[in-house]
Nanobody, 124 residues
Framework: QVQLEESGGGLVQAGESLRLSCRASGRTSEDYSMGWFRQVPGKDREFVTAISYVGGSKYYADAVKGRFGISKDDYKNMLYLQMNSLKPEDTAVYYC?????????????????WGQGIQVTVSS
């Protein structure tokens, strides 16, 4: 089992930046790729970005490409999401997720563990 806990959310104005963190605990010695997803009420959870186990491959949704950056610190068991030039449409609950294996994945069903989610609100 792996437990994930997000932090760093909050309320910001459009154009500002925010960094989300995700702390992993439990069986972190296994190989996991990691990702960030987001969800707004009434809609499906959507892919934001993912990073492979080794960290060499990163994928981004078109809506965030060029503005968001994913990174991780394996020694600290931490995953990060740097969000720049935020827009009101980025408002959502953001989830950290872990998927067994090496490959970065973009599909919700391919992830095995999820954090509880954290609210990000961008005002116009």
């Amino acid at each position: 089992q792996v437990q994930l806990e997000e932090s760093g959310g909050g309320l910001v104005q459009a154009g500002e930046s925010l960094r989300l963190s995700c702390r992993a605990s439990g069986r972190t010695s296994e190989d996991y790729s990691m990702g960030w997803f987001r969800q707004v009420p009434g809609k499906d959870r959507e892919f934001v970005t993912a990073i492979s186990y080794v960290g060499g491959s990163k994928y981004y949704a078109d809506a965030v490409k060029g503005r968001f950056g994913i990174s991780k610190d394996d020694y600290k068991n931490m995953l990060y999401l740097q969000m720049n030039s935020l827009k009101p449409e980025d408002t959502a609950v953001y989830y950290c997720a872990a998927s067994r294996g090496y490959i970065a994945r973009r599909v919700v069903a391919e992830y095995d563990y999820w954090g509880q989610g954290i609210q990000v609100t961008v005002s116009s």
